[in-house]
């Protein structure tokens, strides 16, 4: 198999590289995953409307994907 090399900015390498730690990752996933949460408290509450509670959530669970794979 062969390897690609991929540039990214250094703002981007730093975030890499901290959540290629598993700790950090989880922490940072736990964090994410209850403000999934509270969204969707205040979605089902009807404190925000679908199209930005649903906004968020995308957002978040990109966030979430990321940083898992990040640490696998």
Same mark, same amino acid.
Request: net charge negative; hydrophobic share 40%.
């Given at each position: ?14 975030? +890499?590289?901290?959540?290629?730690? !598993? $700790? ?10 209850? #403000?999934? *949460? ?9 404190? +925000?409307?679908?199209?930005?509670? !649903? $906004? ?10 990321? #940083?898992? *794979?990040?640490?696998?």
């Amino acid at each position: 198999m062969s390897k690609v090399k991929v540039e990214v900015s250094e703002s981007a390498k730093g975030w +890499i590289e901290r959540f290629q730690y !598993k $700790d950090d990752a989880n922490k940072e996933r736990t964090v994410i995953q209850r #403000i999934i *949460s509270y969204v969707i408290d205040n979605w089902v509450g009807e404190f +925000i409307s679908d199209t930005e509670a !649903k $906004d968020m959530l995308i957002t978040l669970s990109n966030a979430d994907n990321i #940083i898992k *794979s990040l640490g696998e």
